[in-house]
């Protein structure tokens, strides 16, 4: 396999990632919601004017991965005001890490968090925290394998479904 690139995306990369993203969330999460609600979201969450307002906000950046100019997966990251839910400013958000399925298990994931991780210190955060679904165990173990614990948790809609995330979070050692 030829080396995967990843670089920062910006607005012109808005139609590329509405394609990855909407491809890799109903990869995911298809079979476990109902088909109203992954339209709903999917039409909301990544239409033109919302990957818009995110791509053009200081406090939130996204990553493409990149194998021979194909895009396979993403990462988005929050700092500051852009955070989901803890809005810490010493701290970072994961709010996605989405792979292709069929790159699942060949490291794009652990490569879009180790730039996580890398901006992470860059920025001298004191942890990175994220909202993981409880329903999806694979995800769960990959957090835990980098050192993430839970800590609480907190409701994500999808459509008119409300579905429990767990929290969890890596604590930045300073160095």
């Given at each position: 396999m030829d080396k995967i690139k990843i670089h920062k995306a910006t607005i012109f990369d808005v139609e590329?990632?509405?394609t990855i993203g909407k491809q890799t969330f109903?990869?995911?999460?298809?079979e476990s919601n109902t088909t109203e609600n992954m339209q709903k979201y999917l039409d909301e969450g990544f239409s033109d004017a919302q990957l818009s307002t995110?791509?053009?906000?200081?406090?939130?950046e996204f990553y493409l991965a990149k194998l021979d100019y194909?895009?396979?997966?993403?990462?988005k990251i929050n700092t500051g005001t852009s955070q989901t839910e803890l809005k810490d400013n010493i701290a970072l958000e994961i709010e996605r890490i989405y792979v292709l399925k069929v790159f699942h298990g060949k490291d794009v994931g652990q490569l879009l968090f180790d730039k996580a991780l890398q901006i992470?210190?860059?920025k001298k955060v004191h942890y990175i925290w994220l909202g993981v679904w409880e329903e999806n165990p694979r995800a769960i173990k990959f957090y835990k394998k980098n050192g993430?614990?839970?800590?609480d948790k907190h409701i994500f809609k999808l459509g008119d479904d409300e579905q429990t995330d767990i929290m969890?979070?890596?604590?930045?050692t300073m160095s």
């Open positions: 590329d990632l509405q109903y990869e995911t999460f298809a995110e791509l053009t906000n200081p406090f939130s194909k895009t396979i997966g993403y990462l992470a210190k860059q993430f614990l839970e800590f969890m979070k890596l604590e930045m």
